[in-house]
């Protein structure tokens, strides 16, 4: 297969309206989420207001990616699932925050930023998989 054919199949497949619809709702996550950081490093360490912040973003975006982009019932399961997702990826970001600031010297202000841009692609691919992939089943036989 050439090149250009498997990645416009790739864009195709995973670039879709679902895509689309993750990028409205995480960007409205993200904005109320940032503006959550920005008030809380007024009192605290960067590091606490990402915790802060970034925990009162999960409920929201995990209800909303459930109904809204995988179109999946809202069950404990499902909000599990995206939960578990959103806390591997705030470990990532956590690391990454504390690179960037700590070790590259990146305004605490901006490195969250950079780090939502980095992550949203493993965010939507995890939460696509663990929304819509299917159980494999044991064969009996």
Not at 11 to 19: E, V
Not at 28 to 46: A, D, G, R, V
């Given at each position: ?102 070790y590259l010297g990146i305004d605490e202000k901006v490195a969250p930023l950079i780090i939502i841009i980095f992550l949203i692609p493993f965010t939507f691919f995890s939460n696509k998989f663990v929304l819509t992939s299917k159980t494999l089943k044991?064969?009996?036989?």
């Amino acid at each position: 297969m050439r090149p250009d054919k498997l990645l416009y199949i790739l864009l195709t497949k995973f670039l879709n309206k679902d895509f689309y619809k993750f990028l409205l709702i995480g960007g409205f996550n993200t904005i109320l989420t940032y503006i959550i950081y920005l008030f809380f490093i007024i009192f605290t360490s960067y590091q606490i207001a990402y915790v802060i912040s970034y925990c009162s973003g999960i409920f929201l975006v995990s209800i909303l990616n459930v109904k809204f982009v995988f179109n999946k019932p809202i069950s404990l399961k499902n909000s599990l699932k995206t939960v578990f997702v959103y806390i591997i990826q705030f470990v990532i970001g956590f690391i990454l925050l504390t690179i960037f600031v700590g070790y590259l010297g990146i305004d605490e202000k901006v490195a969250p930023l950079i780090i939502i841009i980095f992550l949203i692609p493993f965010t939507f691919f995890s939460n696509k998989f663990v929304l819509t992939s299917k159980t494999l089943k044991k064969d009996n036989s």
